[in-house]
């Protein structure tokens, strides 16, 4: 395999969840999640481009730098409350010996995309639809349904966010609680901001 | 510093703007934009990740050419309760960690969240069949791999579909209307002139009136047709027909007890002895899938228990590939085909992944096959093997 500087990251897309999971722990909010998510993709980036030796977990070496970000998140914030570092030593254990199921295989992951799809608005949906199963271009799918290509962009810019999120960060039932029942328990609403 | 839902949406504009139209301007402007903060690159990548997946839901695309924008509004998710209690009963190493989880009865509504509580439930092998009703009439049903199921159809046939597989239905007046899209499917018809029974798989067409008869698409997209009652026609679609397939003269009539074989345009055709016949539909013995072999090499042995179980089986030495090995298992014992392989000489080498089994040829001297230490194991040389033979001497 040739090494790609993505590499890490792209492993890590694959269990989101354990991520988000772990990095709720520290901050109790969704939206600080969002935060230190997108600084752990980041790190693992640059982790990525680094001439060094091959990391060996991927799952283990994500969930020390989304520790590390909780907690330079913490420190910014002058909170290092003794019972988060104790919990982080539950933390420790069962990343590595206890497989989280994840959903990768192949079309496995319709579901959850069809799903998504037929929860967006209608004229959305059509537009996602005339793009990704028909394989339309935007100019064609704009002059078929008779609305302007900026229109187009829009509703496939709306689809988009939804499909990521469909992909990598599911509503769960109960799928990670196995490995990381007691950190989480959040019951998070679709965190559609647009 | 921008947040990251504003990264987000930054980042997904850019996606969108690129898939209308990427100028090298607009190619410029993004690289200055990603190399500006590495969260901007990383939540880009993150997106046109998701945004390349999604184009997986071209397989749902209908094969008769028909254009529907509504076409994902009127897709349902249905597991018939047979399938459920085939998935229930099942135990896997994995299962086993996961919670249970209690579900209602047949015909399930599956949204995303049940759906995904389903799959987490069985881990990657999420069995039974999947159906999808199409608001055009058209049914799609799917197996998992280590799945089988079967349907009975609205006119009365009888379908086994096998691991991995995918069929779409179409059942009206005039015709019954097949399409394997994947995998392998046996077929009891119901007698009915009035409406031929037509099967396309990829490039084949097979037409029937009332028989029995399974096809399977293979990997390269070549077809195999075993008849076991009555007689088909196998053949090409006409191409100008799309809608509804007809049959392209030439049809090669194939009846009972024979095999047809189209592979790039070309049929071969062949009788097969009974027990040979038996062999290639083991897969349908009720008591579980079975594969049969008979002289069959090991890269070819591997391939068939490839199909049928989430654990992987690969080759590492190229000279085992050729071994010739005949023998009976159940398709989902792989531990038990992996003890069968002691006695030629092969061996599994644990590579510390759960779903990864390497096969590797026994040191000569020792034939009693005790597998060698991970340190020991040579030819374990990319990226991906070592880390994993890593993961497990550092336990």
């Not at chain 1, 409350?81 to 990343?95: H, N």
């Not at chain 2, 999808?132 to 349907?151: H, P």
């Not at chain 2, 097969?272 to 062999?279: C, I, K, T, V």
């Not at chain 2, 092969?346 to 096969?359: H, K, M, T, Y």
Request: proline share 5%; hydrophobic share 40%.
């Amino acid at each position: 395999m040739a090494k790609n500087e993505e590499r890490y990251l792209l492993q890590a897309l694959e269990f989101e969840g354990v991520l988000r999971a772990c990095l709720y722990r520290y901050t109790r909010n969704d939206s600080d999640v969002e935060e230190l998510l997108q600084e752990t993709y980041a790190r693992l980036l640059t982790a990525g481009c680094r001439d060094e030796p091959e990391v060996r977990s991927v799952r283990g070496f994500a969930l020390t730098i989304a520790r590390n970000v909780a907690f330079d998140w913490l420190r910014h914030r002058h909170m290092v409350p003794i019972e988060v570092v104790a919990d982080m030593e539950a933390l420790d254990g069962p990343d590595e010996s206890e497989p989280v199921d994840e959903i990768v295989n192949g079309h496995h992951e319709l579901a959850p995309l069809v799903s998504a799809v037929k929860d967006l608005p209608e004229r959305c949906r059509q537009v996602f639809t005339l793009r990704k199963v028909y394989g339309y271009s935007q100019r064609e799918i704009a002059s078929r349904l008779q609305i302007s290509e900026n229109t187009v962009e829009q509703h496939l810019t709306k689809a988009a966010r939804r499909c990521a999120q469909a992909l990598f960060d599911p509503p769960v039932g109960e799928q990670q609680v196995s490995a990381f029942g007691q950190m989480r328990h959040r019951m998070r609403p679709h965190a559609d901001s647009e | 510093m921008q947040t990251a839902s504003e990264i987000a949406a930054r980042a997904t504009a850019w996606l969108i703007r690129l898939d209308r139209a990427g100028t090298p301007e607009l190619w410029e402007e993004l690289q200055q934009w990603l190399d500006s903060h590495p969260r901007h690159r990383a939540e880009f990548i993150r997106q046109r990740t998701a945004w390349n997946r999604c184009d997986k839901l071209k397989m749902l695309r209908p094969s008769d050419g028909t254009i529907d924008a509504d076409l994902l509004s009127g897709i349902e998710w249905v597991e018939p309760p047979e399938a459920a209690e085939a998935r229930r009963s099942r135990r896997t190493p994995v299962r086993a960690r996961a919670p249970q989880r209690d579900r209602r009865a047949g015909g399930v509504d599956l949204s995303r969240r049940g759906w995904l509580a389903a799959a987490a439930v069985t881990g990657l092998a999420v069995l039974g069949v999947w159906a999808l009703a199409f608001r055009d009439g058209w049914q799609t049903y799917v197996t998992a791999i280590g799945g089988r199921q079967q349907i009975t159809l609205s006119d009365g046939s009888r379908v086994e579909l096998n691991t991995d597989s995918m069929m779409r239905v179409r059942i009206n007046n005039g015709r019954r209307d097949i399409v394997l899209m994947r995998g392998e499917a046996l077929f009891h018809v119901a007698h009915d002139t009035n409406r031929p029974f037509f099967v396309t798989a990829a490039a084949t067409l097979v037409r029937a009136v009332g028989t029995a008869f399974s096809v399977r698409i293979r990997a390269d997209n070549s077809v195999d047709v075993f008849v076991t009652e009555g007689r088909v026609a196998v053949g090409s679609p006409r191409s100008d027909a799309a809608n509804e397939p007809q049959m392209s003269p030439p049809a090669t009539a194939v009846a009972a007890g024979e095999a047809a074989a189209v592979s790039r345009g070309r049929l071969t055709f062949r009788h097969l002895s009974a027990e040979e016949m038996g062999r290639k539909l083991a897969w349908t013995d009720p008591s579980g899938p079975r594969l049969s072999f008979w002289g069959e090499t090991l890269n070819e042995v591997v391939g068939e228990f490839n199909r049928y179980n989430v654990r992987h089986l690969s080759i590492v030495d190229p000279q085992i590939q050729q071994i010739r090995l005949g023998g009976n298992f159940r398709a989902s014992d792989l531990d038990g085909f992996i003890e069968t392989l002691k006695s030629f000489h092969v061996i599994a080498q644990d590579p510390g992944d759960p779903n990864e089994v390497r096969l590797i040829a026994a040191p000569q001297a020792d034939t009693s096959a005790t597998i060698p230490p991970l340190e020991e194991s040579a030819g374990v040389s990319s990226n991906h093997a070592a880390q994993r033979a890593g993961d497990k001497s550092a336990r």
